[in-house]
């Protein structure tokens, strides 16, 4: 092993220690470690330039400037006190129906903007019933890892993967989004006997709830309008973004000028809203992964796997599945599919067929992130919502069922990726 190998190796597992502890922040972790490369002349500025994605960039910034305008509507709250209504204020078809939206806003949005604007309803209406608001901020962590999982855009790993595999928005829902509905199917069904049973509510409540206005949520008429067209041609675009001729990062960029322009909010106000230490993290990620690259490592990890595996596709998709998956629940999964992804760009090189165990990382890395409190970066937010608003929810408790429903999940993924590949 070379010098420069070993020391690309000490600043990823360095930069990797400090992310995984917590002892340093993600993105100055992440920008310190991508630093140190260029300072031991390890890579160029040129290098680092390259190594950065930066349609996942775009994507996510994107993404994140268009919420910050339509979320602006009241158009989220307008969904959870109409679906709360639809449910006729009863405690288990609300849990029912806010797992369903949850899934549906995180699979086209992403799942931390999502929890972050349903989480707050979610408390409002639980207190408004007199029931545990804990059982429901539980099952809307889990439901918005699944949405997330079900396509491109979702979860920051599938658009990572989707840009370096070049796979489709409709790449993604005929493989993950299939393979997730099983996974809402079965995990409602668990959800039912776990909590469904025990929820009980007093009419005098349930009447409060019937008497909430869904149209006094409403801040903005016009732009809520304006945010249901841009979001439904957002959709349209994704999916056909092949036959179109644009890139998916061209379709978020595009949305989000679309929005700043006839949205009428504030610019300044909007660009401050997007998550920058967030963006600045993933730029420093692709740079330190990208120095292990360089100087060859990511090749002997590719092929130290290919020598285990004897180049079995099916044994190759079931290891990545379960690895990603295990490992995911306790890290965050953002730098294990960053360093994953050369591994499998080199593996394809290398003549395998590689397609399986790109569906293998993405749902291993994206429904991993259930197994625990801090598995995901949803998970952290929801749970720090409910925290401040006097429901804490401990690694223990959340444990309890959190990471059984993960093994369940992947065992189900891992019997749809049998019958579709094997």
């Not at 969904?79 to 209504?85: D, L, P, R, S, T």
């Not at 086209?108 to 349903?118: A, E, G, H, K, R």
């Not at 379709?251 to 998550?275: H, K, N, R």
Request: proline share 3%; with cysteine.
């Amino acid at each position: 092993m070379s010098l420069q190998q070993i020391i690309a190796i000490i600043i990823f597992l360095c930069t990797m220690g400090a992310i995984i502890t917590g002892k340093v922040h993600n993105t100055v972790a992440s920008l310190t470690g991508a630093a140190c490369l260029v300072l031991t002349h390890i890579l160029s500025i040129e290098d680092c330039v390259d190594a950065v994605d930066v349609e996942t960039i775009c994507i996510l910034v994107g993404m994140m400037l268009l919420v910050a305008v339509i979320k602006n509507s009241g158009i989220f709250e307008y969904i959870a006190i109409k679906a709360a209504k639809i449910a006729k204020g009863r405690p288990w078809p609300i849990m029912v129906i806010f797992i369903l939206i949850t899934a549906v806003c995180s699979g086209m949005l992403d799942n931390v903007t999502t929890v972050l604007l349903v989480g707050p309803m979610t408390l409002a209406i639980t207190n408004i019933l007199k029931v545990d608001p804990v059982p429901y901020i539980i099952t809307q962590i889990m439901a918005s890892n699944i949405g997330g999982t079900a396509t491109l855009i979702g979860d920051p790993p599938n658009i990572m993967i989707g840009s370096a595999a070049k796979l489709s928005f409709v790449d993604f829902i005929l493989n993950t989004g299939v393979a997730t509905v099983f996974v809402i199917i079965v995990g409602l069904i668990c959800m039912y006997f776990i909590y469904g049973r025990k929820l009980f509510v007093t009419d005098e409540s349930i009447a409060k709830v019937m008497q909430l206005d869904e149209n006094k949520a409403i801040k903005d008429r016009k732009l809520m309008h304006e945010s249901v067209i841009v979001i439904i041609l957002v959709a349209l675009c994704f999916i056909f973004h092949d036959q179109l001729g644009v890139q998916s990062c061209t379709v978020a960029i595009a949305a989000a000028c679309i929005m700043l322009l006839i949205g009428g909010q504030e610019p300044e106000e909007i660009i401050a809203d997007v998550e920058w230490p967030t963006i600045l993290f993933f730029i420093g990620l692709f740079i330190v992964v990208g120095g292990m690259k360089k100087v060859g490592v990511i090749t002997m990890l590719a092929n130290g796997l290919i020598s285990i595996t004897h180049g079995n596709m099916v044994v190759t998709m079931m290891v990545i599945l379960w690895v990603s998956a295990i490992v995911s629940s306790f890290l965050d999964n953002i730098p294990f599919v960053a360093t994953l992804i050369p591994m499998i760009l080199t593996m394809q090189s290398e003549g395998m067929d590689v397609a399986p165990i790109w569906w293998a990382l993405s749902l291993g890395a994206c429904l991993g992130g259930n197994g625990t409190l801090i598995g995901a970066s949803a998970n952290v937010v929801l749970s720090g919502i409910s925290k401040n608003n006097g429901h804490p929810i401990t690694f223990g408790q959340y444990f309890k069922i959190g990471f059984p429903m993960m093994i369940l999940s992947i065992i189900v993924c891992s019997v749809f990726l049998l019958i579709r590949f094997a």
